[in-house]
Structure formats: C-alpha cells, structure tokens
C-alpha cells in the first residue's frame, strides 16, 4: 500500500476516473496543485482538504495520511440514506435530517476507528 499521500491521491484519483482538472474543480484548487499533491511537492495539505479528499474518494482521512493501512471504505451518504429508509420504515427524512444522521455515523465511525 502508498505510504506517500500523493501516490495514494493519485491511485484513487485514476480508480475513480478523475482527470486533475476534474479534482481540482471538486477542491477549488487549481490543476496544478492536484500534480504537486501527486508529485510530493506540497507535502503538508491542510487537514480541511485531507477530509474534503476523503470524502471524493471515499475513504478515511486516517488512511490518506498513512495512519491506517487499510482503505476502509466509508459507506456513501445514498447508502445511508437507503439504509435508514428502512430505519424509520420508509417514512419521509427531511434533507436536513439526513445530512445530520449522516455526519453522526461518519463521527462515531472514525471516533471507532481510531479506538482500533
């Protein structure tokens, strides 16, 4: 497994088919910095576009930054979301709600994780 942050930003980028343009675009960063990330040339990404990266690519901040080896994929908010459907027995969540359901589990997924 990548150790190096940007091999790991890199590999997950082309598993998801994501052009740099396309990344930088989801960042608000400019392409250019989507190569330095890759290349090693930024090597300290601020920790708020670590989870902005985690959450695109759908993994742990903690494997971006190498502290845990396994990728760990992080259930999307849809698969929640039809995971909780059947939770409240199909009644209608507002959207509100569910972005709140969803920001709870990812909490008490990584405070687990972290345990670990």
């Known amino acids: 497994m990548d150790k190096h942050i940007g091999l790991k930003i890199l590999r997950l980028r082309e598993n998801k088919k994501l052009s740099q343009q396309q990344l930088?675009?989801?960042?608000?960063?400019?392409?250019?910095?989507?190569?330095?990330?890759?290349?090693?040339?930024?090597?300290?990404?601020?920790?708020?576009?670590?989870?902005?990266?985690?959450?695109?690519?759908?993994?742990?901040?903690?494997?971006?930054?190498?502290?845990?080896?396994?990728?760990?994929?992080?259930?999307?908010?849809?698969?929640?979301?039809?995971?909780?459907m059947l939770f409240y027995q199909n009644k209608k969540i507002s959207d509100e709600d569910k972005d709140e359901l969803f920001k709870k589990i990812q909490e008490y997924y990584f405070k687990e994780r972290l345990k670990k």
């Open 24 to 84: 930088a675009k989801k960042l608000s960063v400019k392409p250019q910095t989507i190569y330095k990330y890759e290349n090693g040339i930024i090597k300290n990404i601020k920790y708020e576009t670590i989870e902005k990266l985690a959450k695109i690519f759908n993994v742990s901040p903690q494997y971006l930054l190498g502290l845990d080896d396994e990728e760990n994929i992080v259930p999307t908010k849809e698969e929640l979301e039809r995971g909780s």
